[in-house]
């Protein structure tokens, strides 16, 4: 699917290595990606409920803004890459149980948090938030090449996010 206009979706599912480019506009209610299917934005994309990335080999590359109200899910080594802008509206939540790339900017929403039990690789860019937006879990954080982990439930200033220094190990 290759979209250069304005698409609107009620509730899109991709599958089997299908592909999905956005250089418009392109919103939906329920937007999914399993078992290898990619997806590109270049454009603007929100979803209203749930997004979700699943399987070996899924992937989703944010080159625009992306903006997810509700739900949104990294799961089975699937992987989420936001080099652009990435918005989690009032209230809605991230599970990462896999792969997630922050290498821009990440802007969480009143009460929006992010349960992170993967791996988050944050190289560069910001993550940002008022102060009941909150990341928690028991997942890795790459931080500067720096592996981190978050010891409890944190508050959204960076430099208590990587809170427990594990090792100098770099990951490549």
């Not at 009620?10 to 939906?28: K, R, V």
């Not at 990606?33 to 070996?56: D, H, I, P, R």
């Amino acid at each position: 699917i290759i979209n250069e206009g304005k698409l609107e979706l009620g509730s899109g599912d991709l599958t089997e290595a299908g592909g999905f480019l956005n250089q418009g506009a392109a919103s939906g209610e329920t937007i999914q990606f399993f078992m290898g299917a990619c997806g590109f934005n270049l454009g603007t994309m929100e979803v209203q409920e749930t997004f979700y990335l699943s399987n070996s080999g899924t992937f989703f590359s944010n080159s625009g803004t992306l903006t997810v109200h509700n739900w949104m899910g990294i799961d089975e080594n699937a992987r989420l890459e936001n080099h652009e802008t990435m918005i989690l509206k009032e209230e809605t939540r991230l599970e990462n149980n896999s792969y997630f790339f922050n290498g821009n900017t990440l802007e969480l929403g009143v009460n929006s948090t992010i349960q992170h039990n993967g791996i988050l690789r944050w190289s560069g860019g910001i993550i940002t938030g008022r102060e009941d937006a909150v990341i928690s879990g028991s997942g890795l954080v790459v931080y500067n090449d720096e592996i981190c982990s978050v010891d409890e439930a944190v508050q959204m200033e960076p430099t208590l996010y990587c809170a427990k220094e594990l090792s100098w190990t770099t990951f490549e």
